[in-house]
Nanobody, 124 residues
Framework: QVQLVESGGGLVQAGGSLRLSCAASGRTFSPYTLGWFRQAPGKGRVFVAAITWTGGRTNYADSVKGRFTISRDGANNSVYLQMNSLKPEDTAVYYC?????????????????WGQGTQVTVSS
């Protein structure tokens, strides 16, 4: 199995940027896909972005396309979410998730491993 630890959340003004990190440990030698999800207060968890470890294919939610970039660092077994032009509606707890697969996965139900989440708050 794989363990995930997120970091990098915080408070930022609208229009600002943040970079979230997700460090993976454990069985990281198997091919897997990493995804970012977010959960706003009173709402369900929704897909933000995903990247395949092998090949680096990416997928984004329409709401973040052109503003967020997901990337991976093989040397550090980490995945990052660079968030630019942040909006108040981006305020949420952001979660990193993993699934052993070579395919892009966007469904919350298909991810098996989850981090504890990191809070992102965007003030207007």
């Amino acid at each position: 199995q794989v363990q995930l630890v997120e970091s990098g959340g915080g408070l930022v003004q609208a229009g600002g940027s943040l970079r979230l990190s997700c460090a993976a440990s454990g069985r990281t030698f198997s091919p897997y896909t990493l995804g970012w999800f977010r959960q706003a207060p009173g709402k369900g968890r929704v897909f933000v972005a995903a990247i395949t470890w092998t090949g680096g294919r990416t997928n984004y939610a329409d709401s973040v396309k052109g503003r967020f970039t997901i990337s991976r660092d093989g040397a550090n077994n980490s995945v990052y979410l660079q968030m630019n032009s942040l909006k108040p509606e981006d305020t949420a707890v952001y979660y990193c998730a993993a699934r052993y697969t070579t395919a892009i996965v966007t469904s919350e139900e298909e991810y098996r491993y989850w981090g504890q989440g990191t809070q992102v708050t965007v003030s207007s």
